[in-house]
């Protein structure tokens, strides 16, 4: 179990790009929880962690309820883990035959962290957090971290030749899973899915710079680089899955997307257009929906409610429509009863869940790795921030791959279901330096 943490506020700012460049960057076990390079709100967290010899410890974790808890100037993560959750097992553990995991990557991969740097980006601050006794020379560390990376940058060379990925399926074998779905859905069978697939690029990646020309091309709130090498996973995730802070649990799916526009009247037109869009509003609220009934599950009665429904949130490469549900935990309850309340989410599932997993499986005929699973950290006071595994990239000795998908309804135009394929997976295979095959 993490040590209890103390903390040290540095007296000067200093770019976490540059702290993690100078330091956990050089080490093989290595994390940043990156609100972004522009960001004047949240926290971002980095440093350097143990392995977890036991993942499944994390589901152990008591997501505790602590009325009056004192609020902590140096912000919610307490020490504890960061990490990821992967699809493949948690859909097994939900009822559904996994397939055999082909990349080596692991489902679940835990660091122990009890040093790091936590950045206040609201109020320019950073502080050392770490156990009392090592308190004074983690502070000398950081400030190590600080010279040795004012001359380094991060993502800032080239990513290389242009390669063309290798993707699971052909555009028109991914329209004719969208028109299996419909007939899925038409059965009676669903009501929406999340077709999702694949693009692999062999050799190897260098997921620190990978992650600096992502962060610098497609910043968001959760974005992150979890580094227990050979593995890797960089991600510029706009999607928050889970965030539990004093017993409180809240998500916020994300279902509906449209690209940005080439100039600000074409930006505005697609922004209203998503809004007004019959088929991605009634696919946002069936997340909702389902993601009421999840919750409903670890929560006191009559606290599960959607307190934000159908908001259209801009990033650098699309709109999204994205709803919040909230709700309080039932006492005992623990990150593993959480997990299985919740996870896979709704929102990379589709609904009725159990009956979406299934048809899915069955039409994607691989699994999905890390990709469509959660990560960020557990604190081992029971707070935790977990995003979706979106718009990600995951490295290993010998390759990479970008996972990406969307919503399937009856609703759904094949053409589109592909373009929007596209949109999503061309930031983080441009980060790595690869292309779309043809027809993507």
């Known amino acids: 179990m993490p040590a209890p943490s103390a903390a040290l506020l540095l007296p000067a700012w200093v770019d976490p790009a540059q702290l993690f460049a100078g330091g956990p960057a050089q080490h093989p076990h290595a994390f940043w929880l990156d609100a972004g390079p522009d960001a004047t709100a949240g926290w971002s967290w980095l440093g350097i962690g143990a392995p977890e010899p036991d993942p499944s410890v994390v589901?152990?974790?008591?997501?505790?309820?602590?009325?009056?808890?004192?609020?902590?100037?140096?912000?919610?993560?307490?020490?504890?883990?960061?990490?990821?959750?992967?699809?493949?097992?948690?859909?097994?553990?939900?009822?559904?035959?996994?397939?055999?995991?082909?990349?080596?990557?692991?489902?679940?991969?835990?660091?122990?962290?009890?040093?790091?740097?936590s950045v206040d980006h609201a109020r320019r601050r950073l502080w050392v957090v770490a156990p009392p006794d090592e308190?004074?020379?983690?502070?000398?560390?950081?400030?190590?971290?600080?010279?040795?990376?004012?001359?380094?940058?991060?993502?800032?060379?080239?990513?290389?030749?242009?390669?063309?990925?290798?993707?699971?399926?052909?555009?028109?074998?991914?329209?004719?899973?969208?028109?299996?779905?419909?007939?899925?859905?038409?059965?009676?069978?669903?009501?929406?899915?999340?077709?999702?697939?694949?693009?692999?690029i062999d050799g190897r990646v260098d997921a620190i710079d990978a992650y600096g020309r992502l962060r610098s091309a497609t910043p968001a709130h959760h974005g992150g680089l979890v580094r227990s090498a050979p593995f890797a996973l960089a991600s510029a995730s706009p999607e928050q899955f889970l965030q539990v802070h004093d017993g409180h649990v809240r998500t916020r799916p994300i279902k509906g997307t449209r690209p940005r526009g080439t100039d600000a009247a074409s930006d505005v037109r697609l922004s209203a257009e998503l809004l007004a869009s019959e088929k991605e509003r009634a696919e946002n609220v069936?997340?909702?929906?389902?993601?009421?009934n999840d919750l409903s599950q670890v929560c006191e009665p009559s606290t599960v409610a959607a307190?934000?429904?159908?908001?259209?949130e801009s990033y650098p490469a699309v709109h999204q429509l994205v709803s919040t549900v909230e709700g309080d935990l039932r006492e005992g309850?623990?990150?593993?009863?959480?997990?299985?309340?919740?996870?896979?989410?709704?929102?990379?599932?589709?609904?009725?869940?159990?009956?979406?997993?299934?048809?899915?499986?069955?039409?994607?005929?691989?699994?999905?790795?890390?990709?469509?699973?959660?990560?960020?950290?557990?604190?081992?006071?029971?707070?935790?921030?977990?995003?979706?595994?979106?718009?990600?990239?995951?490295?290993?000795?010998?390759?990479?791959?970008?996972?990406a998908g969307g919503g399937i309804t009856w609703l759904s135009d094949a053409a589109d279901e592909v373009a929007e394929v596209g949109v999503k997976a061309r930031g983080p295979l441009a980060a790595v330096g690869a292309g779309l095959p043809r027809g993507w």
């Open 286 to 292: 069936m997340i909702v929906d389902l993601m009421r």
């Open 59 to 117: 589901r152990d974790v008591l997501c505790a309820r602590g009325a009056g808890r004192e609020e902590r100037p140096w912000g919610p993560f307490a020490g504890g883990w960061v990490g990821w959750h992967g699809y493949d097992d948690g859909a097994a553990r939900a009822g559904v035959s996994a397939p055999p995991i082909q990349d080596g990557v692991p489902q679940d991969l835990w660091l122990r962290v009890t040093r790091f740097v």
């Open 135 to 200: 308190l004074d020379g983690f502070a000398l560390e950081v400030q190590g971290w600080a010279l040795a990376g004012s001359a380094a940058v991060i993502g800032a060379a080239d990513a290389g030749p242009p390669v063309q990925a290798r993707a699971r399926h052909t555009p028109a074998d991914y329209a004719d899973l969208v028109q299996r779905c419909r007939d899925a859905i038409r059965a009676g069978d669903a009501y929406q899915l999340c077709l999702t697939t694949r693009f692999e």
């Open 333 to 403: 309850t623990t990150v593993g009863r959480l997990w299985d309340a919740t996870f896979p989410a709704g929102s990379m599932t589709g609904v009725p869940k159990l009956s979406a997993m299934t048809i899915l499986r069955r039409l994607e005929g691989a699994e999905r790795g890390v990709f469509a699973g959660c990560y960020g950290w557990i604190g081992v006071d029971g707070d935790l921030d977990l995003a979706m595994v979106i718009r990600s990239i995951v490295t290993s000795a010998a390759g990479a791959y970008v996972g």
């Open 307 to 312: 307190t934000g429904l159908l908001a259209v």
